[in-house]
């Protein structure tokens, strides 16, 4: 049984859609959040052998309710608001915060006088979520790339110089606003336990993403 049969037998209990891509991953839509999506692919780490399993939920903003908004402003504050959640320990497991890695390539690029999301990945329902998914890191950030070749962007171990070209255009006039919870899994493909709670935990930090966007961002 292939990997994508595997998951697809693990997450049948749901109310969702599958489709595969060119590329063999999976792509996975949940009926009652048409907003949401899920690629779910599993590759190898660079410079090793070993297999990482990662699921990566996008939350896409709908075009009527950016209308009275400036979409390259909002990308770039969702940028400066985006971090990392590292998960460390295995009996009692700690989350550490801290700022998106990606923004280390990006330029123009300022933190926030306020804490912004950091307010809600601070909560302890928020924290719970993270535990209870299983990850190793969980990358919250705006995607930076048009979304037809997003799919490669998360493949790609070495973005580029194309792949930088179309990140700087894109951040001066984004055509779309999503956001992104990158779930990193090591040790290739998990047990259809652990991939049912990865893939609730991403639907529902996505739901919560959501709420703050509607709220915060576009109130």
């Known amino acids: 049984m292939s990997w994508v049969q595997s998951v ?9 859609s599958f489709e595969e891509t060119g590329r063999g991953n999976l792509v996975v839509k949940p009926v009652e959040n048409p907003q949401i999506k899920l690629i779910i692919l599993v590759r190898r780490m660079q410079f090793s052998f070993e297999r990482k399993f990662e699921i ?9 309710r950016l209308e009275k908004h400036d979409k390259r ?3 770039r504050r969702m ?3 985006s971090v990392e959640l590292e998960l460390k320990g295995v009996l009692r497991r700690s989350v ?7 923004l280390a390539s990006l330029t123009g690029i300022n ?6 999301i950091m307010r809600v990945i601070g909560t302890k329902d928020f924290e719970e979520l993270v535990k209870r998914g299983g990850g190793d890191l969980i990358e919250i950030f705006p995607s930076i790339i048009p979304v037809e070749l997003f799919e490669t962007y998360l ?7 194309i792949t930088s070209s179309l990140v700087k255009k894109y951040l001066e006039d984004p055509q779309s606003i999503s956001w992104i919870v990158r779930m990193h899994m090591l040790y290739g493909l998990q047990s259809p336990g652990v991939v049912q709670k990865a893939f609730l935990t991403v639907v529902n930090l996505l739901k919560k993403i959501e709420e703050y966007t509607y709220t915060t961002l576009l109130p």
């Open 111 to 116: 933190m926030p006088e306020e804490e912004g």
């Open 56 to 64: 990566t939920g996008v939350l896409e903003i709908p075009e009527e």
């Open 96 to 102: 550490k915060a801290s700022k998106w890695s990606g």
């Open 155 to 161: 493949m790609a171990s070495d973005r580029g110089l």
């Open 73 to 75: 402003q909002l990308l």
């Open 8 to 16: 697809k037998r693990a997450l049948e209990k749901y109310e969702v």
């Open 79 to 81: 940028l400066s608001e």
